[in-house]
Structures are given as C-alpha cells and as structure tokens.
C-alpha cells in the first residue's frame, strides 16, 4: 500500500482507500478493522507513542504478521485486521466509518472534531479506554522573554502549528467576542523552529518533557489541552453492525484485551508465608483488589497469603511484611489480566 502525498493511503493499484473501493481481501463481513499508528521516528513523541502502542497490542494478543509493502496484517486466531495509518488521520477514517476503531492521542481525536465541527458529544465516535500512554500537553509557547506575558496578548500575532483547529478555537475564545486576525500556518513538523527562523511570534505545539522547547529557546504560555492516547470505536448503530453481533462482541473482546494488559502493567502479585499469629497483621498490608487469597500449610499454624498489589506502593508493602514477620516474601510480575 502506498500513501499520497498528504498522507493517505492507497493501494497498489492507485485506488483510494474507503470501504466502497477495498478488495475483498481487506473488508470482509465480521472482521473489525483496527488502526494502529504508522512507525514514527525514535525519540520523538510520536515514536515513543508508537512502540509503547505496538507493546501494548502485542501484550494484549494482538499478533499480526504485516506483509511487505502492505499497511494492512490480519491478527491470529482473530477476526481482526490491523490497518496502519498515519496517526492524525484515524480520527477521521473512524467518524466517517472506514475503520471500525482506532488508537490515537486525544490531541488528534479533538483536531478531527474540531475540523468536522463535532461537538464532543455529537461527533460519531464513542471512547472506550484512556489507555494512559503519551499523556502530555498542547501548549501556547513564544520565546522565553516573551513568556510572561498573558495568552491574550498573542491575539493577533502570528502562530505556527500542526493543530490549526484547536489553535483557531483556543484563540476564539481568547478574543471572546472581539474579532481577530490571528495568523494561524499549519506545518506538519518542527513547529518548535518557527519562531527561530521568523516564521511565528508564538507556536502551539506539544510538550512531553519540555526538553525540545527549552533547545529551542521557548517556554509555556499558557496550556490549551491535556492528552493522552485513546482507544475508540466510531458510534454503534443498527447501520454499521456495531450495535449487536459479530462485530459489536468482538469489539468488546478488542476493549477487555487491552483493560487487562493495562491492568498487568500496574499490578504485581505479592505471595508470602506468614504464622497464624502474624494473619491479620498480614492481609491488612495487602488487601487486593477484593481480598487476598489465604490457604493453609502443610506446617500446622502456618499459611500462605497472596494478593494483586499496585506496582508503585510493592516495595514498601514488601518491607513492611517482613516486618509483621512474613516469610518467603515473593513479588511477581503479570503478563496479562481478565478483572
């Protein structure tokens, strides 16, 4: 498959892709088709953003064997297709019905509906999981010495960005009622070298660590959004088939895989041995998601206690157990998860 020059895909025969032109090999009935982000490059935002999505799918049992040369891969043992694709363009390929669900940031999700002017609750899109992966912020960002001054005083002036939707909304309601004539230029990359080269007073861009934007001389002006990568699925109605059948339960399965992947990477299970005497004291320091597992030893007076606990509070709880006076004291890691 390859791309046109803005970035959307076609076949090897030149024919655009939508559901009307797929070839029975891509769209057939029942299998949900699932876009994924293309590879981006490493050490940026949108390259951590891509491999932390590719572990996620491939933890999750999302196997798919991508053929050379095709932006396509059906997934093992499931009635899946995975359909790379540029990440800003998932939103729309999803409202429009062309894939059943997608992975993107919330950044980009907002830009389409924004674009398609969707308010958030009437756009044909229905979020499943916030999936917690390349959570940052889209920023209003000028040269460090103008940095101080309030958002308001960048009405008018020209802004460089590759949001231009939220950029133009974000400015709006700066201006309120006033009208304004903010330059807004779109550009697909390096937006943080524009005011270096004297192409923007100020630019909207996105900010992770703030490493880039510092190199580049600029500091925050004020944030315009939060984001973080999403997982979502275009409206179920009767007209897609997303409502009920095939489609609608392997959706569900698609939403429970990726939950319980999720939930693996913010949970261990601790094991330990402890005496009847230290008991209480014992599941009180690891309650779980319910309660923890007890069985008794083969030694009299003597049990084994286990128990999911928050990946981030394990070491302590660990230390604290051999203080109650557990024994045997084990942290293991999950791989995958079904709560």
Not at 195 to 224: N, P, Q, R, S, Y
């Amino acid at each position: 498959m390859a791309g046109y020059k803005d970035g959307s895909p076609k076949f090897e025969d030149g024919a655009p892709w939508s559901k009307s032109s797929m070839p029975e090999k891509v769209i057939e009935k029942n299998i949900v088709l699932f876009a994924a982000s293309r590879a981006a490059t490493p050490e940026t935002i949108a390259g951590r953003i891509h491999d932390g999505v590719m572990k996620m799918l491939k933890g999750a049992g999302f196997d798919a064997k991508r053929p050379d040369r095709l932006d396509v891969a059906m997934c093992k043992e499931l009635p899946i297709k995975l359909v790379y694709l540029p990440a800003a363009d998932i939103p729309s390929y999803v409202m429009e019905g062309n894939v059943d669900v997608g992975i993107c940031g919330s950044d980009m999700l907002e830009e389409a509906m924004t674009e398609s002017g969707y308010a958030n609750d009437e756009a044909p899109i229905e979020v499943m999981l916030k999936l917690g992966i390349g959570k940052c912020k889209l920023c209003l960002q000028a040269p460090a010495q103008f940095c101080d001054r309030p958002a308001k005083d960048f009405v008018g002036k020209r802004i460089v960005t590759s949001f231009p939707a939220l950029t133009k909304r974000f400015f709006d309601e700066l201006a309120g009622q006033d009208s304004h004539d903010t330059h807004i230029k779109e550009v697909s990359g390096s937006v943080e070298a524009a005011c270096g080269l004297g192409l923007a007073d100020a630019v909207v861009d996105l900010v992770e660590t703030g490493t880039t934007m510092k190199a580049a001389g600029l500091d925050i002006v004020a944030d315009v959004l939060e984001t973080e990568v999403l997982l979502f699925q275009q409206r179920p109605s009767e007209a897609n088939g997303l409502e009920s059948g095939s489609k609608a339960e392997t959706l569900k399965l698609i939403e429970r895989r990726i939950a319980g992947y999720l939930t693996a990477t913010k949970y261990v299970m601790i094991i330990c041995n402890c005496h009847h005497d230290d008991l209480a004291a014992v599941c009180a320091l690891m309650p779980g998601k319910r309660s923890p597992t007890v069985t008794e030893l083969k030694e009299e007076q003597w049990h084994s206690v286990s128990s999911l606990v928050r990946i981030d509070e394990s070491n302590r709880i660990m230390d604290e157990l051999a203080k109650a006076g557990a024994t045997d004291v084990l942290c293991l890691a999950l791989s995958n998860t079904r709560m």
